[in-house]
């Protein structure tokens, strides 16, 4: 693979890997809660380690982002943008749970 | 290293129309920018859904209100299409037959529709269990953030629609191909975006 430049297989492919991947690990967040076999909280840690597992699919292979290949403002965007969703929501619910602690 | 081997967002026109791709790596941005705002928007629609679920009020919980199978049929209804979508890009790029595009468009356009509909259900049986937004500060949160992805859906039907029409009445010229990339990229974004949800909402509030 090189540039933009893929034969149609290629492409193809690229969109049917990402489908795989795509289904085998909603497959498997689903099951884990439908046949519980961990403690809740485990659970919960596992089901969103699949989400965030399956969003970095997502972006490489139906969105086609790569670190070596995308041109680096969208890059750059991805990463600003990723800065703010983890700096507001882990912030929100840092203080608003730490705020519900305290007044309980 | 040249301008051209550089890869915008989505999928690339490359060498198959040089100067259709020269323009839609300036025209894809601009929309890039706008989708990243977007995902910044739900994700503190998400810190609120996060902060508000417990807050039921002595009203429906999460684990009463979500049922797994439908959750889990919308899924696969989305990823699907989305699947799909991308063989409407590949179909557009390689220029195959009109009948072709139109008939990849107008399958991802039924699997759209097909979840929003499944959507709406739930939300009607949540009506019917009393499960309305002024009910709880869980369930206003939950429908300020769970519609507002189905809203996008509608739109991205609607976009669809146009899209199929511009095709039969254009024809693939320049524009409508830079179009049809950034619908690409919205209706792959909206498949990111209900991962997030599919997680963070149905799941976590299915978890015994």
Do not use: C
């Not at chain 2, 859904?49 to 684990?63: D, E, F, I, R, W």
């Not at chain 2, 107008?106 to 269990?129: N, P, Q, S």
């Amino acid at each position: 693979m090189s540039g933009p430049n893929l034969s149609k297989r290629d492409e193809i492919r690229s969109y049917a890997t990402g489908y795989g991947f795509a289904l085998a690990l909603t497959g498997a967040a689903f099951a884990i809660v439908h046949w519980p076999s961990f403690a809740s909280i485990t659970t919960l840690a596992i089901v969103l380690g699949l989400a965030l597992v399956q969003m970095v699919v997502h972006f490489r292979f139906f969105l086609q982002i790569s670190f070596r290949k995308s041109a680096s403002d969208d890059l750059r965007l991805i990463l600003f943008a990723a800065l703010i969703v983890i700096l507001m929501v882990s912030g929100t619910l840092v203080i608003i749970f730490n705020l519900r602690a305290r007044m309980m | 290293m040249t301008a051209s081997d550089i890869r915008h967002a989505g999928l690339n026109l490359g060498d198959t129309d040089e100067l259709t791709h020269e323009q839609a790596g300036r025209a894809l941005f601009g929309f890039w920018v706008f989708l990243m705002s977007d995902a910044v928007l739900f994700a503190l629609l998400f810190a609120t859904y996060g902060v508000m679920v417990s807050a039921t009020a002595g009203g429906p919980t999460p684990a009463l209100e979500y049922k797994i199978l439908p959750a889990f049929l919308e899924t696969l209804t989305l990823l699907t299409s989305s699947f799909t979508f991308g063989m409407t890009s590949v179909t557009m790029k390689r220029g195959a037959s009109r009948r072709q595009l139109l008939a990849w468009m107008g399958l991802t356009l039924v699997l759209g529709a097909a979840f929003l509909g499944m959507e709406l259900h739930d939300f009607a049986d949540m009506f019917g269990d009393a499960a309305y937004p002024t009910r709880s500060g869980y369930l206003s949160s939950f429908f300020a953030l769970v519609p507002l992805h189905g809203l996008h859906v509608f739109f991205g039907i609607i976009w669809i629609a146009v899209m199929m029409m511009q095709v039969m009445v254009f024809g693939l010229d320049a524009p409508v191909k830079i179009n049809i990339l950034r619908l690409g990229l919205f209706w792959h974004f909206l498949d990111i975006v209900w991962i997030a949800i599919f997680s963070v909402v149905y799941l976590q509030g299915l978890i015994r």
